[in-house]
């Protein structure tokens, strides 16, 4: 099961910052996750709320940051100019992956990133998250762990489909939903999953 720093590793440092990246690499994650948009001077910033303040990390740092120690899951959120970004992940040789709950978001990174694999964002429902993956030939998807039971990331598996979850912070719920074939967690906490 692949453990994911959500947003860095938010539960252990600020959200969205270099501590937490660096704080999320310190335990070994899988991969590390944060959330992108771009500010009034066009530069791609890590942030998850709507108002964008003075002074965040910028994409541009925390891919300098990561440094290709492991592949990053880049949250792209709703209605961002997508041409900065698109821009900057052009030169980055290291594994990354693109998520969005956005439909619109993820086909027109895909457009113009078509190797880079997608991450549909679903909070609640199964069906329009296979129907988002279909139209976006991608096997990933990404669901609230509030609405997963271990008969749906069953049926998912069998599907052909890798599931993940967020935010899922319980271990032993973790593991007894990878017997079902759960391929990964987002978690605040990844000191709690070594």
């Known amino acids: 099961m692949i453990i994911i720093g959500h947003r860095g590793a938010r539960g252990l440092a600020p959200e969205n910052t270099l501590a ?13 996750e944060f959330d992108v948009r771009v500010n009034n001077k066009g530069i791609p910033v890590l942030c998850h ?6 002074g965040l990390t910028t994409l541009e740092q925390a891919l300098a940051a990561v440094n290709g ?3 990053i899951y880049i949250e792209v959120k709703r209605k961002v100019n997508l ?10 040789r290291y594994d990354y992956l693109l998520a969005s709950k956005s ?8 457009k113009n990133l078509p190797a880079v694999p997608k991450i549909v964002i679903e909070p609640w429902s199964g069906i329009r998250a296979t129907a988002r993956a279909k139209q976006l030939n991608t096997e990933f998807i990404a669901m609230n762990q509030s609405f ?4 749906f990331i069953a049926s998912m598996k069998d599907r052909g489909y890798e599931l993940y979850t967020y935010t ?16 990964g967690v987002i978690t605040d906490f990844p000191d709690r999953f070594k």
């Open 69 to 71: 120690r492991v592949p």
């Open 49 to 54: 709320p709507k108002r964008i303040k003075n």
């Open 148 to 151: 997963l039971w271990s008969g």
């Open 103 to 110: 439909q619109k978001t993820l086909l027109q990174l895909h």
């Open 20 to 32: 937490s990246i660096n704080k999320a690499l310190e335990f070994k994650v899988d991969w590390v």
């Open 168 to 183: 899922l912070n319980n271990p032993k719920k973790a593991k007894r939903w990878a017997k079902h074939g759960l391929a």
């Open 83 to 92: 041409n900065p970004i698109i821009k900057l992940l052009k030169n980055y």
